[in-house]
Structures are given as structure tokens and as C-alpha cells.
């Protein structure tokens, strides 16, 4: 089931992305010197774009794309579905003081469940286990706020439950279980209410095969 809001990323930011990918991969790939500045005048003219169309300083931007080296792919973005009888776990960011399913970056030699079990531990305070991906989401086809400079996939993955307490963390100051029909303001930049609704109906009906894009 695709819970796309309809809620596109503007043309601009599509444009800065596929151009800065096309630089990365110039870049990683060619040997001729005259090639190497034009990509590197491409990956310029793509962190121009994202800082004229964002809130993001250019020197912030180009720093952050000169740091990107190898083929471009998008990166993985995990998420982990934990709940507790009809309620699920939500943690409050601090960066923009909403809530969001824990979870946030895999690391390089990290599995999909260590990534998700280790971000559940680290935000939260809970102990879980991996059991089921529940969703792989393209995140420029969920409504999200489209802020962000790379594509990424989203991985929501079901947690159960095995022990732990809720513990806040540096990049979380609060963490509660909601039921479905209380659910706080949502980090739009990492959950949807329409992504959670959806994995409430894979809890009524666990038979529910993955969603993905």
C-alpha cells in the first residue's frame, strides 16, 4: 500500500540532487583534469541551488557535498515500529522539538536490524527486537518536508518489545507510547501520520505483506 500524501518535492531540489549526483559519480570516475573541473563546477552549481532554495548556508552545503565520494546510492534512513498493547513508541526530537518513530541513520558494517535495534536502545532507552520490516519507503514519494540534500530510503521496521525503560538521549528529550488517535505533532521530516496509521493496520492484521515503493 502506497501511503504517498501526494506531497511532491519541488522541481528545484530534484534538479540539485540529480546534478550533485552526477558530480559524485564525474568525480569518482573520470581521469581527464579538464572533466574533473567541470563535475566540480556541476557539484557548485547543484550546492547553489540547495542553499538559494533552503535555509542552509552555501558554505555548509558545498562543505557536505565535497565530503561525498564513490558512486552515488540513496542512503538508509531506518525506523523502528515498537508497540505496547494499541499504543506506539515515539521519541521527541530536540532538534525541532517533535516526535517521530526512533531511529535515524544505519552505519557502514551495520545490518538493517542492528542499525533499527541500536537507534531504538540509543533514543529511547528500550531494548527491542527486529521481526518484521514493515515498509521501504522512497522519502521523496511520503510528503515529507523536503529538506534534505541526498535521496533516501526508508526502512520501518516492527520492534518487539523486550525490556529496557524510557530513557532520553543527546538528540531526544522525551519518550511516550500513543495510541493511534493521540498522536503529537510529528516530525514531518522523518514520520508521517499517514506512515504510522499504516503500521497500525500491519499491528491489527500482522498477515500484511511489506510495503515498498
Not at 73 to 93: I, M, W, Y
Not at 153 to 167: D, N, Q, R, T, V
Request: charged content about 25%; proline content about 6%.
Amino acid at each position: 500500500m502506497n501511503t504517498d500524501n501526494s506531497t511532491a518535492e519541488p522541481q528545484w531540489l530534484v534538479w540539485a540532487k540529480r546534478l550533485q549526483a552526477l558530480s559524485q559519480i564525474g568525480l569518482t570516475y573520470t581521469k581527464d583534469t579538464f572533466d574533473l573541473e567541470r563535475y566540480r563546477v556541476i557539484r557548485d552549481i547543484a550546492a547553489e541551488m540547495m542553499a538559494a532554495g533552503s535555509d542552509v548556508a552555501l558554505e555548509t552545503v558545498s562543505g557536505l557535498f565535497s565530503e561525498q565520494s564513490g558512486y552515488a546510492t540513496p542512503k538508509v534512513d531506518t525506523r523502528g515500529v515498537v508497540f505496547r498493547g494499541q499504543s506506539v513508541l515515539l521519541v521527541r526530537e530536540r532538534e525541532d522539538n517533535c516526535w517521530t518513530l526512533p531511529g535515524g541513520w544505519a552505519n557502514v558494517l551495520e545490518s538493517p536490524r542492528e542499525a533499527v535495534e541500536r537507534e531504538v536502545r540509543e533514543e529511547s532507552g528500550y531494548v527491542t527486537r527486529a521481526v518484521k520490516l514493515l515498509a521501504l519507503y522512497d522519502r521523496s514519494k511520503h510528503g515529507h518536508i523536503p529538506h534534505l540534500p541526498f535521496h533516501v530510503y526508508k526502512l520501518f521496521i516492527h520492534c518487539e518489545l523486550l525490556g529496557g525503560s524510557p530513557a532520553a538521549s543527546g538528540e531526544t528529550s522525551e519518550v511516550a507510547f500513543f495510541p493511534k488517535d493521540s498522536l503529537p505533532e510529528l516530525s514531518l521530516s522523518r514520520v508521517t501520520p499517514q506512515q504510522i496509521l499504516r503500521f497500525f493496520e500491519h499491528l491489527r492484521d500482522p498477515q500484511l505483506p511489506t510495503d515498498f515503493d
